[in-house]
């Protein structure tokens, strides 16, 4: 069922075209109308179909040439997005599905009523490791373990997951349990290796690096690489993708051009703790957790905000967990867990009610209203969860009981 919501506007508006947006909207005068100035109040009803906006409008002011509006209409309607009713429904969410300790996971599209869909099906090895991510075209992209052996540094597989599509793999030799980026173009970041030579007693280092896969070509293009121990995408912005380095007595964090593959420096030297990583397009800022250099009890941990432009620091939080998973908001507002009995809260102290435990996020929509991942107590499942950000108010997401749900983000990604 339809959510009914109606709004009021005191602007001029013009029918649309049957099965369009049934409103346009428009500030001056209506080019071929010829009318003055004219200000209406009329009254709209918007039917939210999945994320489909349909509406109907009632006024008393309309162009007696029905095609001559109508061709208006179509060449002026507003997005749907930009009319979004009073009381509004998230996204479909796509998750990962599956026992804990199963071989497969089964890809589904979910939605705060309690319905799922089934997109796809992914083998992998007994128990694995999963993290996804959703692509802007209503693909799913899941880094499952799949190869044998006991070191799991790179047993990683990449999948793609398409509704009606059999599943096929991007890549192998993926970084065990680490989420792969979409780019702005299609293209899929993700972080890979090979195993350096074991020396007793000495680190092993490997040699690493961060690769975009064409989903399309199947084409795979190395953005960065390195010999160390960790090469981890901490998030992207436009064409930069944010990496954090881990090698022999050294950490840092750099931006590379994926483009061009020209690198700059983000922090020259950085404690080798940090963790939680997660990027603001809106203010350009990278937030983490990382561990203090000179820690006291009370500020173990700290939350730290990074200006992507300035390379100015600040610190937003510290306390003796490592535990407060925070995640940036659009606008420079923190989402952390301080405490899990309380669960999460915002720094900004706006409302927030998500439950007991601790938060992670995984996806904001692109219009910025709603954020979906999963809570759990220390040693627990997580739920996955939709929070409406501007209410505070969060909706359960269906998943059966003792089954696994890895989020992967809000159908259709960033667009």
Known sequence: MGLMSTLSWTKRYLFGAPGRVGVAVFAGALAGNGDP?????????????????????????????????????????????????????????????????????????????????????????????????????????????????????????????????????????????STPHVLSDGRILVSRGAAGAESPGVSRVDDLTVDAVDPVSGDVETIASFHGYLLFIAGTLGDEVFLYRIGEGHADIIAVDVRTSKERTLIPEINPYARDFSVDATTKTLVYVNHSADPSPASEWFTERLDLASLKAERVEEGPSMEVTPHTLPGGDVLMTLDAEKGASRLGGGPLEIGAGVSEIADIDPSATFATGTVAMPGALGRPFVVDLSTGKARPLPVANQKRAIVAGFMGGKR
Do not use: C, W
């Not at 009632?58 to 009319?83: G, H, V, W």
């Not at 479909?92 to 939605?111: I, L």
């Open 37 to 177: 100035e004219v200000t209406t109040r009329i009254e709209v009803k918007i039917e939210v179909v999945g994320r489909e906006y349909r509406g109907q409008a009632t006024t008393n002011r309309f162009i007696a040439d029905e095609a001559r509006a109508n061709e208006i209409a179509n060449a002026s309607a507003p997005s749907p997005t930009s009319l979004v009713p009073a009381t509004t429904l998230p996204p479909e969410v796509a998750m990962v599905v599956g026992d804990p300790q199963g071989v497969t996971s089964t890809v589904v599209a979910a939605t705060a009523e309690g319905k799922t869909r089934q997109l796809g099906i992914v083998s992998h090895r007994d128990g694995a490791a999963i993290r996804a991510a959703t692509t802007a075209d209503g693909g799913v992209v899941v880094n499952a373990d799949v190869s044998p052996g006991k070191d799991l540094s790179f047993v990683g597989g990449l999948f793609l997951v398409r509704e009606g599509e059999e599943t096929r793999t991007l890549a192998l030799d993926v970084v065990h349990s």
